[in-house]
């Protein structure tokens, strides 16, 4: 993972190094805000954005990065959390809704970042709330956008597919009447004027006659 495209040095230092301060972290984007946590306690600046201490009520499920070009999902899951998740949970529109998940590290006994990178970057699929005695747990799952690779796009090459990607494009107008269209390739027009094209048999005794 060290060689990985995008990875500054003092993450590459880190994995590196003997003992390691660990942190994830979790960017949920709703309509009205976003929702950010963290495996830690108190408050954890992430360029410039405040990320709240939920310590072991937040959890991970395990993530895949390999060589193949496939998508992998992930869960995320909040348990015992105020009611402003919850109440995000009840009524925002969730799905599609972009989720990032950090992996980090700390200095040592502080909550100074040493460094961070993207773990996962994808789109909330499903948003289920689990009410118990002790609290309610949010369970998020969440999917790579490379899913989409394996969907249809509905989309043609028509004038109408055209204008919803982007609008007064006349760039398709005029595929419709294409579909139709007689055009006449290397045979005779049928008019007895000039300048229409010869036909093929005429075509193949002229070339006969030039190669002789």
Sequence with gaps: MATR???DSSIVN???ADEQALFFAVKAEFDTDDIKVWTGIDDLIISSETYTGAGTLLSISNTEDNLELKSNGVVVSLSGM???IVNYALTENYQNRPITIFMGYVMGGTNEVAGTL???KGRMTSLVINDTPEG???TIDA???LVDLDRPSNLRYTKESQNFLHSGDTGFNRVASLQDKQINWGKSSGSSGGGGSIGEDEYNQSYR???R
Aim: no cysteine; hydrophobic share 25%.
């Design 118 to 120: 993207t773990l996962f």
């Design 5 to 7: 495209q995008g990875l």
């Design 82 to 84: 105020d009611e402003t």
């Design 14 to 16: 880190r994995l590196g």
């Design 136 to 138: 309610s747990t949010v």
């Design 209 to 211: 006659n030039q190669t």
């Design 143 to 145: 999917e790579n956008r």
